[in-house]
């Protein structure tokens, strides 16, 4: 119970951060220069947490339920597969163009359609999947996971709040939108945590799990938010420093804290 517990906290901090960014542009503008750095840092921590937490404890995990590592592999790439799908498709709906000073292409952040509002939703439903597999591996490796959460979905919802003050929406309307999309990953991920806690034993049940989320952590943070972080060319160097501090970040989290089985 008391885990359910911290993981409906750490849930509730997801969506508070997310609707700090969604609230941002209506308070204050974050130039895309800041938006891009957070982004790096971002894409560091997920990359942290991919391999010195998540891989690690995923192939730990299969390996105690008998799985070997082919097994590990195929949930692996079936996570990142599933990501890269939905990815995809979302792409193909993607309507309108960038508003980043220095992009010369048609790369977008924009959410412009409704099949690209779901395309983005089931993106995010995945990512509580991700995250309440994570917590399953220890509530120091889920609070890792939470932290590289929170900033992501803080620059998406930043990003999606400052299309909608283009669009024709009343701000009512905006917020309820912004917060039902905000509201996706955390219920997700508790729907999915509730049910996988209910299994009476779970010994060598989280490995495929875990593995799943690795996936489609690796998806995210390699083809998603670290080529975002480096699309503003004048600061690649801004870019690759947080990226590597965010890194380094776990990696110190994993050497002063190390996470015994």
Do not use: W
Request: glycine share 8%; hydrophobic share 55%.
């Amino acid at each position: 119970m008391e885990a359910v517990a911290t993981f409906a906290l750490y849930s509730v901090l997801l969506l508070v951060v997310s609707m700090a960014g969604a609230m941002l542009p209506r308070v204050k503008k974050l130039s895309d220069k800041q938006a891009h750095l957070l982004m790096a840092l971002s894409a560091g921590i997920f990359l942290g947490l991919l391999f010195f937490l998540l891989l690690p404890e995923a192939i730990h995990e299969c390996e105690d339920g008998g799985y070997d590592i082919h097994q590990i592999m195929y949930a692996i790439v079936a996570g990142f597969v599933l990501i890269m799908t939905v990815e995809m498709l979302l792409k193909h709906r993607h309507m309108g163009g960038c508003s980043c000073e220095c992009c010369q292409d048609n790369h977008s952040h924009r959410i412009t359609s409704m099949s690209s509002f779901v395309g983005l939703s089931i993106h995010a439903a995945c990512d509580g999947l991700a995250l309440a597999a994570t917590f399953l591996a220890g509530e120091e490796v889920g609070l890792i996971a939470t932290v590289g959460m929170c900033i992501h979905k803080f620059v998406v919802l930043f990003s999606l709040s400052t299309t909608m003050i283009l669009t024709d929406y009343t701000r009512k309307q905006a917020v309820v939108r912004l917060l039902s999309f905000a509201l996706i990953t955390p219920v997700a991920g508790i729907v999915f945590f509730l049910a996988l806690s209910g299994i009476s034993d779970l010994d060598g049940l989280t490995g495929i799990p875990l593995a799943f989320a690795a996936g489609t952590f690796m998806y995210v943070a390699m083809c998603d938010i670290l080529p975002e972080a480096y699309h503003r060319k004048k600061q690649d160097v801004g870019s690759y420093t947080l990226v590597i501090a965010g890194i380094v970040l776990i990696l110190l989290f994993t050497i002063l804290f190390p996470h015994s089985h």
